[in-house]
Structure formats: C-alpha cells, structure tokens
C-alpha cells in the first residue's frame, strides 16, 4: 500500500485536519484518555523562507481524569526539520504561555475566575538529538518534597499552568519491528518505509496495519492521491533544496575565506623570514665591510 508521507508539512496537515485522526494520534502518544480535540491554530512558520521551518498544530482537548472528570488542556505540535529550530520552540512555547484566550472560565467562590490552560508538548524532530538513542522520549513533571526528598503525589493548579510535560519524536530513529502500540502509530512516520524513487510516498503492508489505525493509512493514502497535497510537497522539496544549496554556498564561501586566510598567513610568514633573512645578510656585508656590529644593527633597526 502506498501512503503519502508525513514528514512533509502538508501531509502532516492533511492528517491531523481530522479531528479523530488528531484525537487517536494525540490519545496514543501522550497516554491521555482523550475524549474530543478542537483544533486552534495550524500555523507554517516562514514556509519559503530558509531561515524559519517550523510547522504547528494547537488544539484543545477534553480529557478524563482517572476521578471521572474532565479537563481541558492545550495539546501543541510542533514539527522540525532542523536543529536550530529549538529558539523557535521557546519563542512560540511562550507565546502559548502569554495568550490571552488560552484559558477556561470556571466558578470558584461564587465568581467567575479565569484559569490558564496546562499544555502538553510534542515535538516531532527531523534530526536526532546528540546523547539521546531513544525515538520517543517522554519528560514528564514530578513533585518532591526538597526537605525530605518524599515524591509528592497531589498536584496543584498552580504549578500544573506553569509547567508542562512533553514528548520529542525522533523521526530518524523510528524503525521496525514495532514493539509497542505507540510505535506501530508511528510507522507510519518512519522514513525507513519511503520509496527509493518517490521519498513523497511510503511503500506500508496494509495486512499489518492494526484495526484501530486504519484511518490514519486510508488518509495518508488519500492525501497521496491529492493533487494540491502533490503539489505542495514539490514545493516543499524546491525550499529544502534552495536551503541546502544556501547551506553549501555558505560552507564553501567560509572554506575559501579560511583558505584564503591560511594561505595570507602562509605568505606574511615567509615574507617575514625573507626580510630577516635580507636584514642578516645585509648585517653580515656591513660588519665584513669595517663597520662595528652595534653600528650595523642600529643603522638597520635591529
């Protein structure tokens, strides 16, 4: 079965569009007992610019806490390609902070009080991070009493809405054979499956996937068949190019300045030995020609 691939942005979107699609992906990585997501903003930071390459996803999902009520958090997702995207992550994580409607109205007291959403973070990389060999990784908050050390099991609101956890995605460690459920929903990312002569397209067994994530391979082949999907991606492919093609017109400009460098502090050094050697020479005649050495050397500024 062919699927379009989803490391690209405009799958990625095509996929996640879904509320469903987005409630089950969301559900199984987090571990959250999600019941509905609403979709808050879809944003392509700087999409043709070599500079920016960061796509995100916010939503707001309802969960059920293990006491049976619910609560609304903010899910955000966000997908890199490159690790110098990190200052964007905090630039936009705070932004998120900051957001004025990233809040519920609860009463308490007998008014209505404004309460900051948690958030929860995941990131989707491109790259690996340096030291970490796990594909996913989970940061997760726990509470200590810092006096006696003792792990503190109730959480408080306080702390929850400036706080969060979050979970990093590493793309090109994703491989098979899935051992979990979380890493069977993430096959469908893994860049091991692409198609030598098409990378917009991976090649998936459609009898192995489960039940439960056959909507998400439907999609993903529908998107596949998109012809603005289609068109989207070339575009994406023309940016990464144009980045790369910066990226070695940088690298070659900088090799030729260190060359150029190298080889100026090459010349200035032999030019240097030159002139002493002249000045030796020089000192030599005058002192061979009758003229005493301290004469010699003050006459040529030694």
């Avoid at 990233?102 to 491109?126: A, C, D, M, Q, W």
């Avoid at 690996?128 to 109730?154: C, H, M, N, S």
């Avoid at 098979?176 to 090649?203: C, G, M, V, W, Y």
């Avoid at 289609?230 to 060359?259: C, N, Q, S, V």
């Amino acid at each position: 079965m062919r699927i379009a691939n989803p490391i690209y942005d405009s799958v990625f979107k095509y996929l996640l569009s879904d509320p469903e699609i987005a409630r089950l992906v969301i559900s199984t990585i987090t571990e959250l007992d999600i019941e509905s997501v609403e979709t808050r903003n879809i944003e392509q930071i700087g999409r043709f610019s070599p500079a920016l390459s960061v796509f995100r996803l916010d939503f707001c999902a309802r969960i059920r806490l293990a006491n049976g009520e619910t609560q609304l958090v903010l899910i955000e997702i966000q997908k890199a390609k490159f690790p110098e995207d990190i200052m964007r992550f905090r630039r936009y994580l705070g932004e998120q902070y900051a957001d004025k409607n990233n809040v519920v109205h609860e009463l308490k007291n007998g008014r209505t009080v404004k309460t900051p959403l948690p958030i929860i973070s995941i990131y989707f990389l491109g790259h690996q991070l340096e030291g970490l060999p796990a594909p996913v990784i989970k940061v997760r908050r726990q509470y200590f009493d810092a006096i006696t050390r003792e792990e503190l099991q109730f959480r408080a609101q306080f702390i929850e809405c400036l706080s969060h956890d979050s979970f990093v995605i590493q793309i090109p460690l994703l491989k098979e054979p899935a051992r979990t459920r979380l890493e069977t929903l993430l096959s469908f990312f893994d860049q091991h499956h692409a198609d030598p002569k098409n990378e917009h397209q991976l090649i998936i067994e459609e009898d192995k996937v489960p039940a439960e994530f056959r909507a998400i391979a439907r999609s993903l082949a529908r998107a596949g068949e998109s012809t603005e999907v289609r068109k989207e991606m070339t575009l994406e492919d023309d940016f990464l190019d144009g980045i790369l093609r910066i990226e070695r017109d940088t690298m070659a400009r900088a090799e030729a300045e260190i060359k150029k460098a190298e080889a100026d502090k090459q010349k200035a050094e032999a030019d240097k030995q030159k002139a002493e050697a002249q000045l030796k020479t020089a000192l030599t005649s005058l002192v061979a020609s009758g003229m005493a050495e301290d004469e010699a050397r003050r006459l040529l500024g030694l």
